[in-house]
């Protein structure tokens, strides 16, 4: 069959753009200017036709669906970036008729970007989504969401939905996912309830469409890359600057010249006289393998659907001394839907985790927390003194060579990583759902109900065997001889776990119910749906003894006239066990408008304009997530005895006092208040959405304030509702979409620029206007102000006092800020905040007949970072980084900038302070797909595409020695890895 045909919408107008695939992508083609398209087509095969602006279609040749004139895609005229928008408890809408804020990502764009964790694919990918990365270990450097910006003093985390009900996504494969939707304004929010304040994400698995069928495979591989690593002196450069350090403290020197050779002439970490460690080259890899494979098989008829999706996720750590950490992980799932009767359908998903992790004695901060403070020299590793055997042992006892060790740190990195044993974990986690959905058009058309039932079970079991092997001091002592001798001082005794032990588990449930009452309508130009809803959501941990308990009825009502306009209304009662008697439960109303003005005369006929939307929402909802449990009880617990008698020999049994309850408190409350614009331009190849927020969060939860009652009652306050937090801001994004016969491309943006201001928070009322918060954004950081160091003795006389610490050459010099001429902690005032003011994400896609090309960056912009970790801050018995090169010294570095050296504890320089205080702003190079595809009707495997991807490429920022967004990577933990991929995926 010879198709020549012209693709319109149902107002009979042209789709430009569109992308039509035949078959599961046996052939492809686009429409042009003028909606027309060719294909060559098998008589019974299938089209696949999407659109920018419309809800993708399947058209069956077989039945007659397409002439040689004409394809309407009916029941749709323009819509904006996509058509469904997925809300909670099961409700759907259009993007049309829509009148909140909602962002939205594919799962299939989300594939393109190789992870261990979900959450770090999602950074740059929404607009008012802000994601930032943390430094942790293997498979635990979860990032943190944020839904625009921080509106609380306490807890500010996106809520996180899998499927209708509140999961943990760290587990989830992309492979898996239908979309990413984020929830961000109030019309949105309050039909989930009190723990959906801060903002939701909300994730949709894949599930099967009737009439096709799709076999996919997948499988890459390729390694993780540390970035930014730390550096650390030598031990001849730390023996120097430690020699000046005592010079500076008043101090004789503590080496040598002789020593001082001796280090640089030294053979390696096990020189007995003069050891010299590169730690981080002796204990750490530069790469580590990444391995991903997932298999997808979904489909279905009109009565049934269903979806298997499988995947394997794999790596491993950069530790390569002793036991390399390993953490594997499989997942499965499946969906299914079922046409029970006409009336009746239903649905049941099950969802499997099983993830194993190992690793030796150390967890993965321990053991970067012994490469920044182990000193170079410290101790050689192993002692080679072939006149020491070190412990005996036992028969049928492993053989350890002696160990060396310090008074200092008896426990050395190498001895626990080389012999300490090793542990384990195991991860179960079981997600099921059933769902069952009931027509009720014999009572009046257009009425169903719908009823979910979840529920989910985790745990988790920790085993290990742990072992401590012997150290030895050595110490330099005369011989009878007159000459020196080296001793050697046992620092421990040797612990052997003879057999792997349980070291812990935990278990927990969540459980949740929907019921849903709904009616949708339409009478000629009028549409009417409402929704009646009930949730409850249940969730126990075997290690906390108070269970989560939490429930939202509400009503909604929506109207819409003339396919242009609509209105929108919820009433939400939610309810909560962290509050009491009548503050159990409360009320909360949101409503919201939106106005299609392309639909209007005066625009309908526009040539550039194709869809035109303005749209403004407002709420008030509440918010207990962050409220602690019992706080309406005044609280005693037993508190042991107190003796009493002759020679106090009787104990009689005592009750201690815990905390006041305020049987008053009530919910923490969020004002809501969004509008915006959305629409499409130019043959709907430019599109576009602007909101702006403005929220009011008040009645915070203090547990303890210090700030309304005075220490005469022992600091026991009661639970009081104080904070407030105003928070505003703008979301956008925008994309342009072109294609021509052999190339297509799309390049976007999004943005969010953010700023919160603390109303009223639980402060003193300091006499020092400077240290006031209020007024302030919560994320402000309070310092001092320096001025540069003291570079000669005649800056420090004319200075005021400083009261911080010991001071002199070489030391902090700071700002008299509230006039008193003395420099204490009453002069620090806001030097800096810590979260971004502005955070963007910019995209670009191209395909070029067979190569595609996929590109993403992401910024922060206005944000700080204090330099507070050991990297900048060496002083005391420390390990000395490379940062100590550019300290000042009158006679040895009198340009250097950094502090001057100390043996003791600098507290007058290692203050917070603009000194430490730079600049965080970045744009990292975030992901990065290239790809080849091959299609061919005529082959069992229909496409193969073949790709290179790659993640965290670079990062441009004005820190340049550590990550600028995780200053602690690499340093108290894990590094931020660069990771590099190449892979298959193959449709059948």
Do not use: C
């Not at 909602?102 to 950074?123: A, D, H, R, T």
């Not at 204990?283 to 394997?312: C, H, M, V």
């Not at 776990?497 to 009452?517: D, K, Q, Y």
């Amino acid at each position: 069959m010879n198709i020549s045909s012209k693709l319109v919408n149902s107002n009979g107008e042209p789709i430009k753009n569109a992308q039509i695939t035949l078959g599961e992508g046996l052939l492809q083609t686009s429409t042009d200017g003028q909606g027309m398209f060719a294909i060559k087509a098998q008589p019974s095969g299938t089209l696949m036709i999407t659109a920018p602006g419309y809800k993708e279609v399947v058209v069956k040749l077989s039945e007659g669906n397409v002439t040689n004139e004409i394809i309407m895609i009916k029941d749709l005229a323009f819509a904006s970036k996509r058509d469904i928008v997925e809300l909670p408890t099961g409700l759907q809408t259009s993007q049309r008729e829509l009148v909140g804020a909602v962002g939205q990502v594919s799962g299939e764009v989300l594939e393109k970007q190789p992870s261990i964790v979900f959450q770090n694919v999602l950074q740059g990918r929404v607009a008012g989504l802000t994601v930032r990365n943390n430094a942790n270990g293997l498979g635990n450097n979860l990032a943190s969401l944020y839904v625009r910006g921080m509106a609380s003093t306490g807890d500010n985390a996106a809520l996180t939905i899998v499927d209708g009900i509140e999961r943990p996504i760290e587990y989830l494969n992309p492979e898996e996912i239908e979309s990413v939707q984020v929830l961000k304004d109030a019309s949105t929010k309050i039909l989930y309830g009190s723990r959906a304040a801060n903002g939701v994400v909300m994730i949709t698995t894949k599930r099967g469409k009737a009439n096709t069928r799709v076999i996919k495979a997948s499988a890459q591989y390729g390694v993780n890359m540390t970035t930014r690593m730390p550096e650390y002196l030598n031990s001849a450069q730390y023996a120097q600057l430690y020699n000046e350090a005592r010079g500076n403290d008043g101090l004789d020197p503590f080496y040598s010249d002789q020593d001082i050779q001796g280090y640089i002439n030294s053979s390696g970490p096990n020189d007995l006289k003069y050891p010299n460690a590169d730690y981080n080259d002796y204990f750490l890899r530069s790469s580590t393998p990444f391995r991903k494979a997932n298999i997808e098989y979904t489909g279905g008829t009109d009565d049934a659907q269903y979806a298997l999706l499988l995947g394997y996720v794999g790596t491993e750590g950069v530790e390569k001394v002793g036991r390399t950490p390993e953490q594997d992980r499989l997942n499965i799932r499946g969906n299914l839907d079922i046409q029970v009767t006409p009336s009746l359908s239903a649905f049941i998903d099950g969802n499997g985790i099983i993830e194993s992790r190992s690793w030796g004695k150390l967890h993965q901060n321990e053991v970067f927390n012994g490469i920044k403070t182990n000193r170079p020299n410290e101790y050689p590793f192993e002692i080679t003194d072939p006149n020491f055997a070190g412990e005996d042992t036992q028969l049928g006892v492993e053989r350890i060579p002696p160990l060396g060790g310090s008074y200092l740190r008896p426990t050395s990195l190498y001895g626990d990583m080389m012999y300490g044993g090793f542990q384990e974990y195991q991860f179960f986690y079981g997600q099921t759902n059933f769902g069952m959905k009931l027509k009720l058009d014999e009572i009046t058309e257009g009425l169903s109900a719908k009823t979910v039932v979840t529920f989910d079970n985790y745990q988790y079991h920790a085993a290990g065997q742990i072992n401590n092997p012997v150290r030895y001091e050595q110490q330099t002592v005369p011989g009878p001889s007159g000459l020196d001798s080296t001793a050697y001082i046992q620092l421990n005794n040797r612990i052997i776990s003879g057999n792997r032990e349980e070291s812990g588990n935990n278990i927990s449930r969540n459980l949740g119910w929907m019921a849903n009452l709904d009616y949708d309508r339409t009478f000629d130009k009028h549409s009417i749906i409402a929704n009646l809803s009930h949730f409850y959501y249940f969730s126990e941990n075997s290690d906390i003894r108070q269970h989560t308990q939490n429930t939202n009825s509400f009503l909604r009502a929506a109207y819409g006239f003339d396919n242009k306009l609509y209105l929108e209304a919820t009433g939400a009662v939610m309810g909560s066990n962290r509050f009491s008697g009548k503050n159990k439960h409360k009320f909360f109303p949101a409503v919201g408008a939106s106005w299609i003005v392309s639909e209007e005369s005066f625009l309908k006929s526009s040539e550039s304009v194709d869809f035109l939307k303005l749209k403004s929402s407002f709420g008030v909802i509440g918010y207990d997530r962050a409220t602690s449990f019992y706080l309406y009880d005044t609280r005693y617990y037993n508190n042991g005895s107190t003796a009493f008698g002759e020679r106090n020999q009787n104990g009689v049994p005592r009750t201690g006092f815990d905390n006041f309850g305020n049987p008053d408190l009530t919910w923490e409350t969020s004002r809501e208040f969004n509008i915006g614009v959305e629409g499409m331009a130019f043959s709907n190849s430019l599109m576009f959405e602007v909101n702006y927020f403005n929220e009011y969060r008040s009645n915070i939860i203090y547990d303890n304030p210090s700030s309304v009652f005075s220490s005469i009652n022992g600091s026991q306050n009661i639970p009081l509702n104080l904070g407030e937090v105003s928070n505003q801001g703008m979301d956008a994004s925008i994309n342009w979409f072109n294609t021509t016969k052999d190339f297509t491309y799309n390049i976007g943006g999004n943005i969010l620029l953010v700023k919160n201001k603390l109303e009223q928070i639980d402060q003193v009322n300091y006499p020092d206007e400077n240290l006031n918060q209020v007024g302030h954004s919560s994320d402000a950081i309070f310092g001092l102000v320096d001025n540069g160091l003291f570079r000669d003795q005649a800056a420090v006389d004319a200075a005021p006092a400083q009261s911080l610490g010991k001071y002199g050459v070489g030391n902090i010099a700071y700002q008299d800020v509230n006039g008193d001429n003395v420099i204490d902690t009453r002069d620090a005032t806001v030097i800096g905040n810590a979260f971004p003011r502005t955070t963007l994400g910019i995209n670009l896609d191209v395909k070029y007949k067979r190569f595609g090309l996929f590109i993403l960056g992401t910024a922060e912009l206005g944000v700080d970072q204090m330099l507070s970790n050991s990297y900048y801050r060496n002083d005391g018995e420390e390990k000395y980084s490379a940062y100590t090169l550019d300290r000042f010294h009158p006679v040895n570095n009198p340009s250097g900038t950094g502090p001057a050296l100390t043996t003791y504890q600098n507290i007058n320089d290692f203050r917070n302070s603009t000194y430490w205080l730079s600049d965080a702003s970045f744009f990292r190079m975030k992901n990065v797909e290239l790809s080849y595809s091959v299609s061919n009707g005529s082959w069992v495997v229909k496409n193969v595409k073949f790709y290179v991807r790659g993640t965290n490429l670079f990062v441009l920022s004005k820190i340049k020695e550590l990550d600028p967004e995780v200053i602690n990577a690499g340093v108290d933990n894990y590094p931020v890895f660069r990771t590099v991929t190449g892979g298959v995926s193959v449709s059948f």
